[in-house]
């Protein structure tokens, strides 16, 4: 009876700290759900942020490198102008049979251009950004390998999470 009394309480022991310790990890569970959730969710709006803050970088830059386009071909375009109405001129000058007139004008016709030369204009024809879009899409897949790598990490540590160990047991 002695016997029996202690391995009673033992087991009595055994299954307070079974408990205790089952309600522990329990709020340890819950603990680590909430945060991992509010880690998430930062996590999230640092995603939308990092977007927004690309768009922006992108809409600007695409915004002013088209701008800057756009003033050199108004140039291009206010000069060919000049030069199709000077050329016309020249044509009709050169059939011309006034040759004061001819002296007076010619002159007028070999003078700058009044928009101005504009230097060379080299296109670059494979202007693009999908330079960019290759660097994002790299982005994306080093961040979902390295959660993939984090996830397994977790799962094992998770798996490997002990609450208890049964012995070796002589018989009730």
Same mark, same amino acid.
């Given at each position: 009876?002695?016997?029996?009394?202690?391995?009673?309480?033992?087991?009595?022991?055994?299954?307070?700290?079974?408990?205790?310790?089952?309600?522990?990890?329990?709020?340890?569970?819950?603990?680590?759900?909430?945060?991992?959730?509010?880690?998430?969710?930062? /996590?999230?709006?640092?995603?939308?942020?990092? =977007?927004?803050?690309?768009? %922006?970088?992108? &809409?600007? @830059? +695409?915004? !002013?490198?088209?701008?800057?386009?756009?003033?050199?071909?108004?140039? /291009?375009?206010?000069?060919?102008?000049?030069? =199709?109405?000077?050329?016309? %001129?020249?044509? &009709?000058? @050169? +059939?011309? !049979?006034?040759?004061?007139?001819?002296?007076?004008?010619?002159?007028?016709?070999?003078?700058?251009?009044?928009?101005?030369?504009?230097?060379?204009?080299?296109?670059?024809?494979? @202007? +693009?950004? !999908?330079?960019?879009?290759?660097?994002?899409?790299?982005?994306?897949?080093?961040?979902?390998?390295?959660?993939n790598q984090e996830?397994?990490?977790?799962?094992?540590?998770?798996?490997?999470?002990?609450?208890?160990?049964?012995?070796?047991?002589?018989?009730?």
């Open positions: 009876q002695a016997e029996n009394h202690q391995k009673l309480k033992v087991r009595e022991q055994e299954l307070k700290d079974m408990k205790r310790v089952m309600e522990g990890v329990k709020r340890s569970a819950e603990k680590v759900h909430d945060d991992t959730e509010n880690m998430l969710s930062e /996590l999230q709006r640092s995603m939308e942020r990092l =977007q927004e803050l690309i768009e %922006e970088v992108m &809409d600007q @830059a +695409s915004l !002013e490198k088209m701008n800057q386009a756009q003033e050199v071909a108004e140039n /291009l375009e206010a000069e060919i102008k000049e030069r =199709q109405k000077r050329d016309t %001129e020249m044509k &009709d000058l @050169a +059939s011309c !049979e006034d040759n004061i007139y001819y002296l007076q004008t010619c002159d007028t016709m070999t003078s700058p251009l009044e928009v101005g030369d504009l230097p060379a204009v080299h296109v670059k024809q494979d @202007a +693009s950004f !999908e330079p960019i879009r290759d660097v994002i899409l790299a982005l994306g897949e080093r961040i979902e390998d390295l959660c996830l397994g990490k977790i799962t094992k540590q998770v798996n490997d999470t002990t609450l208890f160990t049964l012995g070796n047991s002589k018989g009730v």
